[in-house]
């Protein structure tokens, strides 16, 4: 698919026709990063969006034990609030 580029000020914009903003579900607003002479656009991602599922994930399989429990002290085993 070609699009043309539309001058907005002293900036450059493109036309994302509708039936490819609800294919690629992009929002209002978007990641870009430039590979080479490419350009590329994709739906902005929050930070750390997923990590909740991802925890729930690790510790349902039993992988969300620390990796050296013995650098915890006292109160590491007991002033948190697991």
Known sequence: MRANLVAIGNSRGVRIPKAVLEQTGLKDEVDLEVRGSELVIRAAR???????????????????????PETMSEWDRTGWTW
Request: glycine letters at 8%.
């Open 46 to 68: 929050k930070p750390r969006e997923g990590w909740a599922e991802a925890f729930r994930e690790m510790a349902a399989r039993g992988d969300d034990e620390l990796l050296d």
